[in-house]
């Protein structure tokens, strides 16, 4: 859990930031077809960016998510 607040507490500094699926993938130590698996079954939301609209994470939602997940809350496995 302390490392799901220290991740989370980077999170709160910019909550507006966008995060790239890299950076996802990273705080939650999982491969980055996970999170667009997580993605598609509706836990995450992203925005496209660019020519080749690349996925983007508002951080507050990745802070949520990593909150409800330390909780137990999310089947996020």
Request: aromatic share 6%; with cysteine.
């Amino acid at each position: 859990m302390c490392v799901v607040l220290l991740r989370s507490s980077l999170l709160t500094e910019r909550s507006d930031r966008l995060l790239g699926i890299r950076e996802v993938a990273d705080l939650f130590g999982v491969d980055i077809s996970t999170i667009r698996r997580w993605e598609h079954a509706g836990y995450l939301r992203s925005v496209r960016v660019g020519e080749r609209g690349h996925r983007r994470y508002h951080a507050a939602d990745i802070e949520h998510l990593l909150e409800r997940r330390a909780e137990g809350q999310e089947g996020t496995n």
